[in-house]
T-cell receptor
């Protein structure tokens, strides 16, 4: 089955700097890659997703890039703000598993003011 | 507004008791999922369902069961609660069995003493 690894497990940046979180996946058939943000005590919420037919997607300060050859995808947050502090999860979903998600172990991002 | 809810939000029980956690969604989504979240393990899939009368085991299904008698609800039952089942439980739903976003409920914090 699919296996997703996420790095780093913790990331501390200064406000205004960029943050990058990387995930690798094992199954080349995976074709959907969502990213979730989870604030302390809250539910995971989708912030951006990408499908395998595109290489990059942006939404304001957030972008996701996908490298299918290397089987990795990354979350980029520019101009970080204290409210970006949260745990971020990546996931991969192979089409043959009918919408089952395989999650990474999470990255705790701390944005220092 | 359509939403996904979980109840109770917090539960304390004793070892050996049966516990049922409720999940209810009003989006008319076909797919529903149960995850547990523990430090260092991210989100792990317990059980999932693609429609009424359909249930499937996830990667950590031992000691848990689900039933799907209607589209809106997927209750999770711990047959005989164990301390190892102390965790935060999230329910999620998605519209189709193909590549589709999962939306999470607010979570239930369960403590087994």
């Amino acid at each position: 089955g699919e296996n997703v690894e996420q790095h780093p497990s913790t990331l501390s940046v200064q406000e205004g700097d960029s943050a990058v979180i990387k995930c690798t996946y094992s199954d080349s058939a995976s074709n959907y890659f969502p990213w979730y943000k989870q604030e302390l005590g809250k539910r995971p919420q989708l912030i951006i997703d990408i499908r395998s037919n595109v290489g990059e997607k942006k939404d304001q300060r957030i972008a996701v890039t996908l490298n299918k050859t290397a089987k990795h995808f990354s979350l980029h947050i520019t101009e970080t703000q204290p409210e970006d502090s949260a745990v971020y999860f990546c996931a991969a979903s192979p089409p043959y598993n009918f919408n089952k998600f395989y999650f990474g172990s999470g990255t705790k991002l701390n944005v220092k003011p | 507004d359509a939403e996904i809810t979980q109840s109770p939000r917090h539960k304390i029980t004793e070892t050996g008791r049966q516990v049922t956690l409720a999940c209810h969604q009003t989006w008319n989504h076909n797919n529903m999922f149960w995850y547990r979240q523990d430090l260092g393990h991210g989100l792990r899939l317990i059980h999932y369902s693609y429609g009424v009368q359909d249930t499937n085991k996830g990667e950590v299904s031992d000691g848990y069961s689900v039933s799907r008698s209607n589209t809106e609800d997927l209750p999770l039952t711990l047959e005989s609660a164990a301390s190892s089942q102390t965790s935060v439980y999230f329910c999620a739903s998605s519209e189709t069995e193909w590549t589709d976003t999962q939306y999470f409920g607010p979570g239930t914090r369960l403590t087994v003493l």
